[in-house]
């Protein structure tokens, strides 16, 4: 299994940004892909999942109405939509799969400051 | 939503020594979907235990993890001076997960 993020970047408050996950190794429409973040010398924070079929997705309450994850089954890739950001979203972002074992990528840090 | 709380705070122990890691969850759920890392600055957290008892590719044996219901544990049995860092408890489930604050683990 391997999860490749990227689309991380700085980003003033009130701003957008759109992170992607590329996923390889295994069938990916089958399983559902969370992100999870862990903002500086903090833990770790569920952010958001969607099941496989991309049907149903759940959020945390600090980025629900703000964040919206989505995926493309053809293209092996979860998003994640991040508007209206704030400086407390500042964080690694990490892209996560349950495929028996947990497996997480390599993370994507987005820092939200003017 | 479940809470995970875990405790000690803090360990600061002697290489060889045994650490005792708590999850304890404020609600029952299914030990299958409870599982470990230890996370050291600047990396990505480290797989542990998954399914509450099970080892992840590649951990030493010296790792356990244990427990049931509301009450999970992590035992480390002899303390390498690689096993610092902070550990996290995590409930993980198809609708989301839920992190423990950690525990970190000091080597003296």
């Known amino acids: 299994v391997q999860l490749l993020e990227s689309g991380g970047g700085l980003v003033q408050p009130g701003g957008s940004l759109r992170l992607s996950c590329a996923a390889s190794?295994?069938?990916?429409?089958?399983?559902?892909m969370t992100w999870v973040r862990q903002a500086p010398g903090k833990g770790l924070e569920w952010v958001s999942t969607i099941t496989g079929s991309g049907s149903s997705t759940f959020y945390a309450n600090s980025v629900k109405g703000r964040f919206t994850i989505s995926r493309d089954n053809s293209k092996n890739t979860v998003f994640l939509q991040m508007n209206s950001l704030r400086a407390e979203d500042t964080a690694v972002y990490y892209c996560v799969v349950v495929v028996r074992l947990l497996y997480w990528g390599q993370g994507t840090l987005v820092t939200v400051s003017s | 939503e479940i809470v995970l709380t875990q405790s000690p705070g803090t360990l600061s122990l002697s290489p060889g020594e045994r650490a005792t890691l708590s999850c304890r969850a404020s609600?029952?759920?299914?030990?299958?979907?409870l599982a470990w890392y230890q996370q050291k600055p600047g990396q990505t957290p480290r797989l542990l235990i998954y399914?509450?008892?099970n080892r992840a590719t590649g951990i030493p044996d010296r790792f356990t993890g244990s427990g049931s219901g509301t009450d999970f544990t992590l035992t480390i049995s002899r303390l390498e001076p690689e096993d610092f860092g902070v550990y996290y408890c995590q409930q993980y489930g198809s609708s989301g997960f839920t992190f423990g604050p950690g525990t970190k683990v000091d080597i003296k």
């Open positions: 609600q029952s759920f299914s030990s299958s979907y």
């Open positions: 190794e295994f069938t990916f429409s089958n399983y559902a």
């Open positions: 399914g509450a008892s």
